[in-house]
């Protein structure tokens, strides 16, 4: 009993330091959980016990596994099961499964999209991608660049971007970005 009262315990010490990691006020966290400020800020104090009504909704918002927020012990399969995620006609296959911080995925680009217009945008955070297959068309400021297999391209995502297939196969890739990178990826709803 002493083991499951110190693993509730720790409880609201990791949902504390898991929003603020990702800046996230109690009052954007009550508005996307539909559960109370107050409520929330008695989680993260330890002066409200956790159950699976409250950790749920966190574990979703926060995009992480339930085990994850408890701190349950590994149950010894290293395996990383991966959920691809699709968006602007791009499937994003995650690597890595660490709340905050820098995150790895394995991106696919169609030959027949994203859209056929460049569009470059613009967000927080910095990229770093490696081309596995096909080409890769980079628009990166006023710079066209198409990368091949192997090649590798690190740049400030203030500066406009875009990511597209060079050719008629489709381009797989390793990119790497923080938390901002992620966000506006993944997070961001789909067009």
């Known amino acids: 009993m002493d083991e499951l009262n110190d693993v509730l315990a720790a409880v609201g010490p990791r949902l504390r330091e898991l929003r603020r990691e990702r800046g996230i006020t109690l009052a954007a966290l009550a508005e996307t959980t539909g559960i109370s ?3 929330l800020s008695r989680l ?19 995009g ?23 968006r602007y006609g791009m499937t994003f296959v995650p690597l890595t499964r660490r709340a905050g911080g820098m ?5 696919v680009i169609p030959a027949e999209g994203p859209a056929a217009a460049p569009d470059p945008k613009t967000h927080e955070g910095y990229e770093w991608l490696y081309v596995l297959n096909g080409r890769l068309r980079l628009l990166l400021g006023d710079q066209e660049l198409v990368l091949k297999p192997g090649e590798v391209a690190e740049f400030d995502t203030h500066v406009p971007h875009w990511l597209g297939a ?10 790497l970005f923080g ?13």
């Open 44 to 62: 993260e104090s330890g002066g409200r016990r956790p159950n699976l009504e409250l950790l749920l909704p966190l574990a979703r918002a926060y």
């Open 166 to 175: 060079a050719g008629t196969e489709a381009v797989e890739l390793l990119v």
């Open 37 to 39: 400020e107050s409520t």
């Open 179 to 191: 938390l901002q990178g992620e966000r506006a990826h993944l997070r961001a709803r789909s067009t």
């Open 64 to 86: 992480v596994p339930l085990d994850e927020l408890v701190g349950a012990p590994h149950t010894g399969d290293p395996r990383v099961h991966l959920r691809p995620v699709r």
């Open 103 to 107: 995150q790895a995925y394995k991106l």
